[in-house]
């Protein structure tokens, strides 16, 4: 009877085990539009006399322009020559400011909405995009012990090693404007309007060329595990600490400008963008020339830069090539701006560079973080992605057929025209099936069943396979058989069963009485094959009534205590 109670159980517990819960909707042949790269050859074809713009968004240069006549904004189409031409003075305000913002937050900018643009309404989604772009290429040059001065100033280091800590007082010093070209190239313009020379032509021959770009010479100094009892201490501050001369581990690097192959993942989930760089392949040198400090140029121009060979010099008359460089260039001067200069570790910390607005130094003790030179490389490719911000950029172009972006109004955009392959997902409420927690539910339930179908066949086996039902008349009868009123039956105002009945032992079965009750036994006849008078029912009864009742109907061969569907065995096991 309690196992029957217990099964209303499965229906709760079987139905448990279907839940709502979040799950990821996945799509991974979708189509998103808005997705961008970087196309740095537009830059090619960008003539800033003329407007080129896209639902009137004009289209920026990163690259900011001189020419040597005055006025030349009046006749755009004319074709450049040896006394009209344009040539490169700066970086535009707008690609600075993008990449002055990556450089301060340490990360890639975003362009505003861009998961809602890219992936659309309750979507997120990653995709690849490739390009070719500048990086930075370095190498070690000595670390440490290596440090010889003299052999550093043979490989071009142009500042004294033995300024760094331990040796010296300096964290860092870096050197990243050597040979850079000079944005005045004469030394007098015409009056009101800057970079048209107030000399007749010929100008000089290398007047406006990119003749070499600028290396990175970085020599710093990071945190030994010694000298800072594995992290557990700060390194000192103060020569006469004993841990000075190995607290600190000095190194010197060169970098070069490189052109890069990059394939880079994007992942847009709800308002966060993350990058990452899963491919890098250096291609070659920018302007494929070696910078000589010792020779200076004397030209004629501003610009005193001598590097070698001088036929890999970009002029200003090969226009195409002259812009695709000026661009590259424009890119890597902000960069370099922002790691130029010195920080002084001793007597006390003294940064003289901007390379202190990044998160690539500790601010708490002035020392670079580990990996300086990668986190470098990292840093430059971040304020690089984060031209992708600014779709006014001409440099910024359509993933899908690398034709310039310009500003997209989604309802008006032809999909055609921007789709490109991506993976959506999508986090949504669904029903959740827990197999584990559905099987153990019905596994009970069926082990239970089988229990009682087992039971309930050994009872109706030592029952005489008599199938007794379950009605209210039935259940009366079985219990008020005229032998139970022979018990010591005691009244009780709280209705309390009697101690001597509560230890009587009862046992249910075959009772013949001649009182009203029960089933009136026509044609029953005992073992003598005389007729039984009375009637005969089953009910609960003391086991000496129940044996007469079962020899009076000749049911008095025992069955075996070894049946498998006999409770006898077990109740001998408890004395009953």
């Not at 090693?161 to 005045?184: C, V």
């Not at 290398?206 to 100094?221: C, K, M």
């Not at 990071?222 to 009892?229: C, L, N």
Request: hydrophobic fraction near 35%.
């Amino acid at each position: 009877m309690p196992a029957v109670r217990l099964f209303p159980l499965t229906v709760i517990l079987t139905p448990a085990t279907l839940t709502v819960g979040p799950i990821e909707l996945k799509n991974d042949s979708a189509i998103c539009y808005g997705v961008r790269t970087l196309n740095f050859e537009n830059e090619m074809h960008k003539n800033w006399r003329k407007e080129d713009r896209i639902r009137g968004y004009r289209g920026v240069s990163v690259s900011l322009w001189n020419c040597t006549l005055p006025d030349s904004d009046q006749f755009p189409d004319e074709p450049f020559n040896n006394t009209y031409f344009d040539y490169w003075t700066g970086s535009s305000f707008q690609i600075d400011l993008v990449m002055s913002r990556s450089a301060l937050m340490g990360t890639v900018i975003p362009m505003s909405n861009v998961a809602l643009e890219t992936c659309g309404p309750g979507w997120n989604c990653t995709y690849n995009i490739s390009f070719t772009g500048p990086g930075y290429k370095c190498e070690e040059l000595a670390r440490g012990a290596q440090l010889d001065e003299e052999n550093m100033r043979k490989k071009g280091v142009p500042f004294n090693t033995s300024d760094l800590i331990p040796r010296g007082n300096f964290s860092y010093i870096a050197h990243t404007k050597l040979g850079d070209y000079s944005p005045q190239q004469m030394e007098n313009y015409t009056e009101g309007t800057p970079g048209a020379p107030n000399i007749t032509p010929p100008w000089p021959e290398n007047f406006g060329a990119f003749r070499t770009e600028p290396l990175l010479w970085i020599g710093y100094s990071i945190a030994t595990p010694k000298g800072s009892d594995n992290g557990t201490k700060k390194p000192p501050t103060e020569k006469s600490d004993s841990r000075w001369n190995i607290a600190f581990e000095a190194s010197v690097h060169r970098c070069e400008h490189w052109l890069a192959e990059y394939t880079v993942q994007f992942n847009q989930t709800l308002e966060t963008q993350t990058t990452k760089v899963i491919k890098r392949k250096f291609l070659h040198r920018i302007i494929d020339t070696e910078y000589l400090p010792d020779k200076p140029a004397n030209d004629g121009t501003w610009d005193n830069t001598t590097a070698v060979p001088e036929s890999n010099y970009v002029f200003p008359l090969d226009v195409e090539r002259y812009r695709l460089i000026a661009a590259y260039h424009s890119v890597g001067s902000i960069f370099r701006r922002f790691l130029n200069g010195t920080i002084q570790y001793f007597p006390y910390a003294n940064p003289a560079t901007d390379i202190t607005k990044t998160n690539l130094i500790n601010k708490d003790i002035y020392l670079p973080w580990p990996n300086l030179i990668e986190n470098i490389q990292h840093l430059y490719e971040n304020m690089t992605l984060s031209m992708l911000s600014d779709p006014e950029l001409v440099a910024v172009s359509w993933a899908h057929n690398r034709s310039r972006s310009g500003v997209t109004e989604k309802a008006l955009e032809p999909y055609n025209t921007t789709g490109y392959n991506c993976t959506k997902t999508r986090i949504v409420n669904a029903y959740i099936y827990n197999r584990r927690d559905l099987w153990i539910a019905y596994t009970i339930a069926i082990v239970v069943t089988l229990l009682s179908v087992i039971l309930g066949a050994a009872s109706l086996a030592q029952n005489n396979h008599h199938v007794r039902d379950v009605h209210v008349s039935s259940i009366v009868a079985a219990t008020r058989a005229p032998c139970l009123d022979s018990l010591p039956w005691k009244s009780s105002k709280w209705g309390e069963v009697p101690k001597e009945i509560m230890e009587t032992r009862l046992g249910y079965g075959v009772i013949v009485d001649s009182g009203p009750n029960g089933t009136p036994a026509l044609g029953r006849v005992n073992t003598d094959g005389n007729a039984i008078s009375g009637k005969v029912y089953y009910g609960f009864a003391p086991p000496e009534v129940l044996k007469v009742s079962e020899s009076a109907l000749g049911r008095n061969r025992p069955r075996s205590r070894m049946s498998i569907v006999s409770f006898r065995t077990w109740d001998s096991r408890h004395g009953r």
